[in-house]
Structure formats: C-alpha cells, structure tokens
C-alpha cells in the first residue's frame, strides 16, 4: 500500500496506526507530494522514473570526468570526500567540511517533462555544519524550496551527491529513506499539513508510532505543552487557528528530537504576529534541542537571525555569507 492508495477518512487513527507504517511512512511523505517548491512554474511528477534519473546521472558523471582536475593539497584535501575531487563547486567549495550535518556536491535536478522541463537547481554544491543556523534567501522561483526538498530527502536530485548525517540519502530506496529522515529530520511546512481526521496529540504522535517508538502520546503530550498547546490536545486541525496549526506541526517535527530541522516560509500563511511568535518558538526550541537549523525565507529580517545566509538566483547559489566570512578572515 502506498500512500497515494490510503483513504485517511476510511482508516481513521487505529487504521493508520496499523498501516505498519508501509503506506504512510510519514506525515512528510504526503507534504512531499502535496508541496510544491513556491514559484517554481515546472509542475512536479506524480512519479518520477528511476532509469530516466540514472540515465541523467551516468550522463553528468560522464561529462564531469572529462573535466580536467585541479590539484588539491593539505587541509582542504583531507576534508572532501573522495567522489568529489577535481569537481568545480564554485564560492562555496572552500567550504567542505570534515564532518557536517548536511553535505551537497555538483546536485542539479530538473522538473516537469518535455517542453515544460525546466531546470531548477544547477550545480548546487554546499555543506552545513551541525548546529549551524542557515538562510537559504532569495525570490520567488530561485529554487530554494526546491532545494530545501532535496536536503530533506524528500526529492531526489538528476545528478549529484546528498549526505545527511554521513549517509548518502540520494542512492537509499524510499523505505530506507523514510525511516532515516523520521529519526534524523525534521520537517515544518508552510501549509502545515496536518491529518484533518487526527486530534493534535495523534498528529503528532503518529511519527512515533509508526517508528515503533515506546511512550508516543507521552512523548507527543510533552512535545505540545513545549509549543504551548497542552490546552488543545484532544482538537482537530479545523478547531484551530491558523498559528495553533502551525505549532502542531511543529511540535510533530520535533518530538522525535532530530538533528537536523528544516523549514519551509514557516510564516507563509500566518499574518505578521502569529508568525513572529512562531519563529521565536522555532528559534527557541532549536536552541534547546542543539539541532541543526535550515530555514527558507524571502524575508531579510527573518534570514538575518540566522547566522549564516545562502542567496539563491536561477537555480544557483549567488552568494554565501560563510564564505565571505572566510574569505575575510583569510585577508586578515
């Protein structure tokens, strides 16, 4: 059973619950089919075909071992990984880290099919470092929601390698897959995606439950009095407010304590108050788990509170503060 099959109405939690965790693997795995990266005019594949994607890789990895290799020496060679080297990354490929939370290397990804495939992420290369707070700032169409979807596991890139927590998530099957994102990433939308037919305490259990994990609505009580709702446990998604909602899936995100949290305009359809006690409850309780920290915003207000800002234009990294930081430390 896929989650495209399952009738949420007609199932209701037990049946959910009892799904084994086979069809819905996760709350995120219906938002991935649901979320659409914002401005991004190529619509997403309902499926996209596992030989077209390895085609397209063998191709890429073909043309990028014609390409001739620079020499790499000292501390910089020590920190990349060997499928990398002699790869052009661009600003950020001073930046490779030994150990990150988060490692990207020459990812592109293209969506839509015939005329109406575009290009959306162009030789992404970039790497975040564990308990980094990070911006990926830009407008409307820059791709990066897009990219936010692919540091999740949540899309697959054409070509290019996605290391979360060292392990390579682009080549996992989609079993694999969901369960390592589960217990390692956390996931907050911008259009919540709550199961209408759960009470807050089961949207947020039900992460748990389907890992298996022991004391879930316990665990899910604790989660939502941390985000102020202690008071709203037994209602459903359309008995609350828009920024009740939001911090349901919040908590959802968090309870499984996950390394890394990423965020996609978590404020996006809540007005200019409720999303900034949102962001301040996000900023908080990233603090407190000691998570890593990805947040996509159009907001220079908002991405400044990060402490470090990746801009995006066209499907491409246009400037990165950490690399201007490092680029200043060095003239020092």
Do not use: W
């Amino acid at each position: 059973t896929r989650v495209d099959d399952l009738d949420v109405k007609a199932l209701g939690p037990e049946g959910l619950l009892q799904n084994g965790g086979k069809g819905l693997v996760s709350s995120e795995a219906i938002a991935c089919r649901e979320a659409v990266a914002e401005g991004d005019d190529a619509q997403r594949p309902g499926v996209r075909r596992a030989a077209e994607r390895e085609k397209e890789r063998e191709r890429r990895e073909k043309d990028l071992a014609k390409t001739p290799k620079a020499p790499i020496s000292g501390e910089a060679a020590s920190a990349r990984r060997p499928e990398i080297f002699g790869r052009h990354c661009g600003l950020s490929e001073r930046l490779f880290m030994s150990d990150p939370a988060i490692s990207l290397a020459n990812v592109n990804l293209a969506l839509g099919s015939g005329v109406a495939r575009a290009q959306i992420l162009h030789d992404i290369c970039l790497d975040v470092a564990k308990g980094e707070t990070l911006a990926l700032l830009g407008p409307s169409g820059s791709g990066k929601s897009t990219l936010l979807m692919v540091m999740a596991g949540l899309e697959a890139p054409d070509s290019g390698s996605v290391y979360v927590g060292g392990r390579r998530i682009d080549r996992m099957d989609e079993d694999a897959l969901a369960r390592f994102r589960g217990a390692r990433i956390g996931v907050v939308f911008q259009a919540f995606h709550l199961i209408q037919t759960l009470t807050a305490l089961e949207n947020v259990a039900i992460p748990l439950e389907l890992a298996g994990e022991a004391g879930a609505f316990e665990r899910a009580r604790k989660a939502l009095a941390q985000v102020g709702l202690d008071h709203r446990l037994r209602h459903y998604p359309a008995q609350m407010s828009g920024g009740e909602q939001q911090r349901v899936a919040l908590a959802r995100a968090l309870v499984a304590n996950p390394s890394i949290l990423v965020a996609d305009e978590p404020t996006g359809n809540l007005d200019q108050g409720v999303g900034a006690e949102i962001m301040e409850l996000i900023f908080a309780l990233n603090r407190a788990h000691g998570s890593t920290l990805v947040l996509v915003t159009h907001d220079e207000a908002l991405a400044s509170r990060c402490r470090r800002i990746v801009r995006l234009r066209n499907g491409r990294i246009e400037s990165d503060s950490a690399a201007l930081q490092d680029v200043e430390h060095a003239g020092a």
